[in-house]
């Protein structure tokens, strides 16, 4: 008997998937601070030993924090914001016990950003760290923990404050952008925590990672200007490649007008992307634009207004999302496309949802936004969507063709907003909506779309 879906009147930060099938929630509520974690069975009850709760907070603390990791050996990896305005680093075992040599405090006051745990368990934590509660940053710092708390010398303070979340690469090098006046400082860091060979290098402000094969780096960044109109959209989006050593890969950077899409990277090196004008393009490791390329996406291209722009999503296969076009009074009507990375639509595609596709923050703003994405999974595609005001998903088999079975809506009412849907390492798909001025639900969902039964 499953007791799904899970619901709270906390605001959830974020849920962690367990081996098992369980899920770990972490949840905060801003007044007065509050943070806990709950872990849930697969059935959706709640396991002996938890809720875990966090030391008190001072009702002086701004809005609370918590940034938490699963490590591979089941322990939990969580820093939480401290009464004193600082971060403390706990590790909690599987019946929601605190470790022996934690908590650890890492942060007098400052700001901690989700650890990065690599295989061996050690914990990477990054902070920016501040002289007093009313600061400006003044450095960052990176720690790094083993299982049993004990501290990994060698790693680094760097002047200002980290602009992006820290990425371990499977070669065991961490990254970090460090803000630096005029750009962005990108750091390149070994198991030791000593610079690797040829890094920092200095980037455009605001730029993004992409981690690809061999120690290779795609910087993504957008350039904005008078240009950009009343949409706010960037007049140029930039893409640049840097190998192991640090150094520019021959044929980078390339320039796309208008917004583009973040990159999906083959193994090859083949970087793809999608375009605002509603195009498809696919570049080799050298930055020469591949043959049969670009290819228009089978979709219509957003609108300024009630629209949504195109992302790319999946590995294999590359699903292409968007848009959402509103025309009059009817109903909104989204479309999406597969097409492999060779630039040709899958046979089936493109498919007319029928519903608004569910973009990010859907009540924030008016104007053209990035759409929840899809989920990939072996034999489905899961599409987020709203039926009125109502989410819900729309399943899809590899063919664009709908299940069987009757599907249900996540919730109903207008105060709810889809946030994701997510595929845990076990296959079972997940789907997390939250309320508008809080609270959260977290429903898993059968293959089919099918809600499992109470």
């Not at 952008?177 to 400082?185: E, F, L, S």
């Not at 979709?299 to 722009?309: D, L, T, V």
Request: charged share 15%; with cysteine; net charge positive.
């Amino acid at each position: 008997m499953t007791t799904w879906p899970f619901q709270t009147k906390l605001t959830v930060s974020d849920v962690l998937f367990r081996p098992d099938g369980g899920v770990v929630m972490e949840e905060i509520q801003p007044d007065p601070p509050f943070v806990r974690l709950v872990a849930l069975d697969p059935v959706g009850q709640v396991q002996p030993g938890w809720p875990w709760i966090a030391p008190a907070l001072g009702a002086s603390v701004g809005y609370p924090s918590v940034e938490g990791a699963l490590a591979p050996d089941g322990t939990i990896v969580v820093v939480v914001g401290t009464k004193s305005g600082g971060q403390a680093l706990h590790r909690l075992d599987r019946a929601g016990k605190e470790l022996a040599g934690y908590p650890i405090q890492v942060a007098t006051y400052g700001t901690c950003q989700v650890p990065v745990v690599a295989p061996s368990g050690t914990a990477y934590v990054t902070c920016d760290l501040m002289d007093t509660p009313d600061a400006d940053v003044a450095r960052a710092v990176t720690y790094a923990f083993r299982p049993d708390g004990s501290t990994v010398s060698g790693w680094s303070v760097h002047t200002g404050p980290t602009t992006g979340a820290a990425q371990l690469a499977a070669n065991g090098t961490l990254y970090l952008t460090i803000a630096k006046k005029g750009g962005t400082r990108l750091v390149a860091l070994g198991p030791d925590g000593r610079l690797r060979a040829g890094w920092p290098r200095l980037v455009p402000e605001g730029a993004s990672l992409t981690l690809g094969p061999a120690g290779r780096v795609w910087v993504t960044w957008r350039v904005y200007g008078a240009d950009s109109g009343e949409c706010g959209l960037p007049v140029w989006t930039r893409y640049e490649v840097l190998g192991r050593d640090g150094r520019k890969v021959r044929g980078w950077p390339v320039s796309i007008h208008g917004w583009s899409s973040d990159p999906t990277v083959a193994r090859s090196g083949t970087t793809t992307i999608a375009t605002q004008a509603g195009r498809l393009v696919a570049y080799s490791l050298a930055g020469v634009v591949r043959a049969g390329f670009p290819t228009a996406i089978p979709i219509r291209p957003a609108a300024c207004y009630g629209g949504s722009i195109p992302q790319l999503a999946g590995a294999g296969n590359v699903l292409i999302a968007g848009s959402t076009v509103r025309f009059g009074p009817g109903p909104a009507n989204g479309s999406i496309a597969l097409m492999t990375r060779t630039g040709s639509s899958v046979a089936g595609w493109p498919v007319k949802v029928g519903y608004e596709l569910a973009t990010e923050c859907r009540s924030c703003t008016p104007g053209p936004g990035a759409i929840v994405l899809p989920a990939i999974g072996a034999r489905r595609i899961y599409v987020g969507a709203y039926s009125g005001d109502r989410p819900r998903v729309v399943v899809l088999d590899r063919a664009g063709h709908r299940p069987p079975a009757a599907q249900r809506h996540l919730a109903t009412g207008g105060s709810w907003e889809l946030a994701w849907i997510r595929i845990a390492p076990t296959g079972r798909v997940w789907t997390l909506i939250v309320g508008q001025e809080g609270g959260g639900i977290l429903q898993p969902i059968a293959q089919d779309g099918v809600l499992p039964a109470p």
